[in-house]
């Protein structure tokens, strides 16, 4: 299983960003999908989930602004991401929550105050 996440950068506050995950080697559509993200020198944290049928969770401080969405016919994932804050400033990874799971590369993703 291989996921290659892409789309991070450096955005103003209030800007937009669209992450992307293409994965291979796996039965995407069936798995559940996650994208998560990690502070500098803290631990990494859920960040949202969609399942097969595309029923969606978020965390608390991205609900709202975040988007998670699915292209089961591409084998890939997207984190459309509205209004970001300095505080979203992270490293983005995405996930598929199997058993065992696997992850991305992640992609930085910068918001400047």
């Known amino acids: 299983v291989q996921l290659q996440a892409s789309g991070g950068g450096l955005v103003q506050a209030g800007g937009s960003l669209r992450l992307s995950c293409a994965a291979s080697?796996?039965?995407?559509?069936?798995?559940?999908m996650a994208w998560y993200r990690q502070f500098q020198g803290k631990h990494r944290e859920l960040v949202a989930t969609?399942?097969?049928?595309?029923?969606?969770n978020y965390a608390d401080s991205v609900k709202g602004r975040f988007t998670i969405s699915r292209d089961n016919a591409k084998n890939t994932l997207y984190l459309q991401m509205n209004s970001l804050k300095p505080e979203d400033t992270a490293v983005y990874y995405c996930?598929?929550?199997?058993?065992?799971?696997?992850w991305g590369q992640g992609t930085q993703v910068t918001v400047s105050s």
């Open positions: 080697g796996t039965m995407f559509s069936i798995n559940i």
């Open positions: 969609i399942t097969s049928d595309g029923s969606t």
């Open positions: 996930s598929q929550e199997s058993y065992p799971p696997y």
